[in-house]
């Protein structure tokens, strides 16, 4: 299958396991061809540890090691026309790690800012951070702004890092946020709403995420935007994150891109006439003889 050629059609009526056969160059033309894409992917980059501990390594060489696949997927995501990448950088749970480490990786931080900004300029990238940036040390919170003013005129894709970041302080945030316009006179009760609360959440200016994505195998979302994943796709691959590859990221939007987003409703092929008349479906005689239940 690798040396075929195919057209969108053929492209659209692929399952997952015949994409993944395809070349790397000809499964980015397929999920091109197949639309569908999410206008906003997360993830969770997991595995850093686990990757430096199986090469005999010190910790921090696996987060330097995930740099490179932060590049890889800034890169093809920027190239699908994908709107939003968040990343799961630096969590509040991570500040209880040996002091050693964190430091380390505020000191990685700045250095990745400096190293990527040019890149990041070439590729028309924006940089957004969300999460309680004032926990950042000095140098770091500096560095951070100054590469996010930087590129703050870029129309591409929006590369946002969750930095400090917590989903319930985020929520207990955006609550608070709501009490004080309701204290203010700002907003009434009745006029409280999803979209209300949403404007207190550390990201109001982005899609909620379409596609999370865990790497490391770890089936849990760490307390990562859990107002933003209420309705999101999720996909949990056993690669470690600093092996997560551009076909990994490719893979991902196509196994995407063949799921129907239901939202709790039913699929569409289960939408009968029958089931359209409410009266039908309230039916006890039309229930037993579903479920073959006695009289």
């Not at 302080?169 to 004080?180: G, P």
């Not at 490719?250 to 129907?260: K, S, Y």
Request: aromatic share 6%; net charge neutral; charged share 25%.
């Amino acid at each position: 299958m690798a040396t075929e050629k195919f057209d969108i059609a053929q492209y659209q009526q692929m399952d997952l396991a015949q994409l993944a056969q395809l070349p790397t160059a000809q499964l980015q033309v397929a999920v091109e061809a197949r639309g569908n894409l999410p206008r906003h992917i997360a993830v969770i980059m997991d595995g850093n540890g686990r990757w430096a501990k199986k090469r005999f390594l010190p910790r921090v060489a696996g987060h330097r090691a995930g740099r490179h696949s932060v590049r890889r997927c800034v890169d093809i995501c920027g190239r699908l026309g994908v709107e939003a990448l968040t990343l799961y950088t630096f969590s509040q749970e991570n500040f209880n790690r040996p002091a050693p480490e964190v430091k380390a990786l505020w000191l990685f931080l700045q250095e990745t800012l400096g190293a990527e900004r040019d890149e990041l300029q070439r590729q028309n990238v924006r940089l957004s951070a969300c999460g309680e940036l004032s926990q950042l040390p000095g140098k770091a919170q500096a560095a951070l702004q100054q590469v996010i003013d930087s590129l703050s005129s870029n129309t591409g894709l929006t590369l946002n890092l969750a930095l400090a970041y917590g989903g319930r302080q985020e929520i207990i945030a955006a609550a608070l946020h709501l009490a004080k316009r309701l204290e203010a006179g700002e907003l009434t009760a009745e006029q409280v709403s999803e979209e209300e609360f949403a404007r207190g959440l550390y990201t109001p200016e982005l899609p909620d995420p379409d596609l999370v994505i865990r790497t490391s195998g770890e089936g849990r979302l760490s307390n990562f935007l859990l107002w933003q994943t209420a309705y999101s796709e999720m996909l949990i691959t056993p690669v470690l994150w600093p092996d997560f590859s551009e076909r990994d990221m490719l893979l991902a939007v196509a196994d995407f891109q063949g799921r129907e987003r239901r939202y709790g409703a039913l699929p569409s092929a289960a939408k009968t006439q029958s089931d359209s008349k409410p009266g039908n479906l309230l039916d006890p005689a039309r229930w037993k003889r579903l479920l073959k239940a006695n009289p």
